[in-house]
């Protein structure tokens, strides 16, 4: 989320890693494109390589990458399945940071998590299971806090413009009016289809009996395991939840002078949004609150 604070790890010991990102699930259709794009738009220096559990999809996707004018592109593989925790370690303690395009995180993603904060390797993933992020919330904030770790999932589709949007509404409305914001509306005009890994997502939230939890918009609203206050109450910034009936019907918007209809993983969206906003809150630098945060508001 994005105003969670980090520790920063020792850079000795980020220095001394081999690779300076590892894509995890390189083989799959969302690894795929993320290896493409690294293939295409990183700076040359970086170090990096991919990851899967097989070593052959693995060569068939470096040799696609080095088709055209990238016949020299160097880029490690890594062989690592994640029912195997000496695999998943070996690979968290070559790589600065491990981004995981493994689904369903809630089957697969947790070794991973679990290896990263234990070998010092910063941590992103294309998630939006929040129930799973729930879990890794409680398992390992306090010992990635203490190791420097940065563990941020979410970092698709979901939630990134939500997240990021949201916060740049924010300290644009700040900048404009010098005041804060309650309430952010957000709607999107989406084309295409869900990708097959999506789908098993969402089948295995049902199977798992945790999509449910999902229908609280607050339910990642912890505070950090840094902090010093024992109360599990919920900021204002975060407390506020929408009309459940906007989000079951279809009805016109007078804002965007649009007719809209429920997006699928809105709830993900509002949960990570409202645990960015709950835990710049607990920073004392409330959304609601002006430039400055809430001793700004105090003074003022």
Known sequence: PAATPRLR???????????????????????GLAAHYIARHARR??????????????????????????????????VCD????????AMAAQARVVLSTV???????????????????????????SPWVLDMIR?????????????????????????????????????????????????YTVGGTASGGTFHTMINLF????????????HLCLPPASSSSSSSSTPPDA?????????TI?????????????FLMAGVNQAVVRRSAYLAACDGRPYSAPIGGAAAAAAA
Not at 64 to 72: F, I, K, Q, V
Not at 82 to 89: I, K, L, M, R
Not at 113 to 123: E, H, I, S, T
Request: proline letters at 4%; charged letters at 25%; glycine letters at 10%.
């Open 9 to 31: 790890a020792p850079a000795a010991r980020m220095a001394a890693k081999r690779f300076d990102v590892v894509v995890l699930g390189a083989t799959g259709f969302t690894g």
């Open 45 to 78: 220096s970086l170090r990096w390589a991919i990851a899967g559990r097989n070593e052959g999809r693995l060569a068939a996707v470096l040799e696609r990458l080095r088709e055209g004018d990238d016949a020299e592109l160097d880029v490690g593989i890594i």
């Open 82 to 89: 994640t029912s195997d925790q000496a695999s998943v370690d």
């Open 103 to 129: 689904g369903p995180f809630l089957k697969y993603g947790s070794p991973v998590v679990d290896a990263c904060v234990r070998n010092g390797a910063d941590y992103v993933d294309t998630t939006g299971e």
């Open 139 to 187: 398992a390992h904030d306090g010992a990635a806090r203490a190791a420097g770790v940065a563990i941020v999932p979410t970092c698709g589709f979901d939630s990134v413009p939500a997240d990021l949007g949201c916060l740049m509404v924010v300290d644009a409305a700040r900048k404009a009016t010098g005041r804060g914001v309650r309430s952010v509306k957000a709607c």
């Open 207 to 218: 199977d798992a009996g945790r999509a449910r939890e999902m229908a609280d918009a607050r």
């Open 239 to 247: 407390a506020a939840v929408i009309d459940p009936a906007r989000q």
């Open 250 to 262: 279809l009805a016109w918007d007078a804002d965007f002078k649009k007719w809209q209809i429920p």
